[in-house]
């Protein structure tokens, strides 16, 4: 027994199973910790926009997808995916389209809407996995270079910010408290509690608004193990009401949320890279950047059909592979499982929606900030020369037009009304202007020139 516990920590491990069992249960609850205050995020804050996420179907198809890709993966790759941050601008602005069918549209149809628009993002994973596999990456990336994906990636946080001040200033003193654990987790923090601040930060505030009498529980009562509002175990939507969960499809929906798969492609990209650097294997590699982008772009359209948000590979849990040592994937799959698990509780879904709005805001503070920053990280690590006039130009463009289109850009195409977000508008411009003015010297994968794959997976 003391030799394995000296090994742990060390010498990486990459068959879990030596260490028993029950270790095996802890590691992977370790991994569920590590995802589980991001993933439940995401229903929370589309709750806040007026839209019924269910954060049970969330759970379900966190587990479900991670499965899933797992398998398309060939089993090797130690990836949890969970839901994405990067299409909260496409939920926001589908939960404020009034225009056309969606002036009077309720917001569970909106949300079906929206959920068609995500089914089209994950197909697009697939495209881009066929064109890989075709043309190879290098020339792929070529039209996606860090002075496009960057200031995308800003945008996104930009536009999400007045939503985070929105929910804070419902009692800022609450919202305060969840940012200082936060803050103190991430900088002071040791171990698990600085792998997984977003959720101390949830959980602290939580307590504290409890310790006021801020947090309402009437819905809990009467509740049983099947019975009552919301029993202790219980279906998802998609079971109990398919017609109301089912994905339904629209040109300006899918216009709205399918463009920025842009942005969450680039995450991917990212999110594999740093695992590969942590594990010591180049996944890109092998099992292949194709096979990686197929399991979460079909995890994410098979999540968006029936009613769940999209999904994307988890830095948090990369996180817990560099701490842990550990690196069997089997380790992952048993975090999947339990996600899955808890999926079936509607009582443990009422109580995370119990979480008071300040609560939100405090941590989108924080989190909406840290997803600007990271886009101005992507430029700067990847040594985007702003002194070069067509750079600036492209990066200008995608700015103004992300944050002066406020209230996105409608038009009319025969019959049919189109409304494209500022995101979708910036995400076009940049791509297009990239693509066609000269002097694009960008080229993935070469570390001179600033844009080495193994950058990517800092983020």
């Not at 709750?47 to 398309?72: D, E």
């Not at 910010?161 to 804070?168: D, E, L, M, T, Y």
């Not at 339904?248 to 995450?267: C, G, Q």
């Amino acid at each position: 027994m003391k030799e394995k516990d000296t090994t742990i920590g060390q010498a990486p491990i990459r068959d879990a199973r030596t260490l028993g069992a029950p270790r095996m249960l802890v590691l992977g609850l370790q991994h569920l910790f590590a995802m589980f205050g991001a993933t439940v995020l995401v229903p929370i804050l589309v709750q806040s926009y007026g839209l019924p996420l269910s954060t049970q179907t969330t759970l379900f198809f966190a587990g479900f997808g991670t499965l899933f890709f797992h398998l398309c993966t060939k089993l090797e790759i130690p990836a949890f995916l969970g839901s994405s941050f990067a299409f909260l601008g496409g939920f926001s602005a589908m939960a404020n389209l009034d225009t056309g069918k969606y002036a009077a549209m309720a917001p569970g149809e909106k949300l079906q809407y929206a959920c068609g628009g995500i089914v089209v993002a994950g197909l697009l994973y697939v495209i881009l996995a066929l064109v890989v596999k075709v043309v190879g990456v290098h020339r792929v990336m070529r039209f996606l270079p860090p002075v496009v994906t960057g200031p995308i990636i800003i945008l996104i946080g930009l536009n999400l910010a007045p939503s985070a001040v929105s929910n804070a200033s419902t009692c800022w003193w609450l919202a305060l408290v969840s940012m200082a654990i936060i803050v103190a987790a991430n900088i002071w923090g040791r171990g698990m509690v600085k792998i997984i601040p977003i959720l101390l930060g949830v959980v602290g505030g939580y307590v504290a608004a409890l310790l006021a009498g801020m947090v309402d529980f009437t819905g809990l009562s009467g509740s049983t193990l099947l019975g009552g509002e919301n029993p202790i175990l219980g279906l998802q939507p998609f079971f109990t009401d398919f017609s109301g969960s089912v994905a339904k499809f629209d040109l300006s929906a899918i216009l709205v949320m399918a463009p920025i798969a842009v942005a969450s492609m680039m995450e991917h990209i990212g999110d594999i890279s740093a695992i590969s650097a942590t594990v010591g294997e180049n996944f890109i590699e092998k099992p292949g950047l194709h096979r990686t982008l197929v399991g979460d772009g079909v995890a994410t359209a098979l999540a968006g059909l029936f009613g769940g948000p999209a999904n994307t590979t988890y830095g948090e849990n990369t996180g817990v592979l560099a701490l842990s040592r550990v690196h069997d994937p089997r380790v992952i799959r048993l975090a999947a499982l339990y996600a899955m698990v808890l999926s079936f509780s509607p009582a443990f879904a009422y109580l995370v929606n119990t979480i008071p709005a300040a609560i939100i805001g405090g941590v989108s503070f924080i989190l909406y900030g840290m997803i600007s920053a990271i886009g101005v990280r992507n430029v700067v690590e990847n040594r985007v020369d702003f002194t070069n006039s067509r750079n600036l130009i492209i990066a200008a463009v995608i700015l103004v037009c992300g944050l002066g289109f406020t209230d996105g850009l409608t038009f009319h195409v025969g019959g049919v009304t189109i409304t494209l977000t500022s995101l979708a508008v910036a995400a076009i411009a940049g791509i297009v202007l990239n693509a066609i003015l000269p002097g694009n010297d960008f080229h993935f994968g070469k570390s001179e020139s600033g844009d080495d794959v193994a950058s990517l997976g800092r983020y």
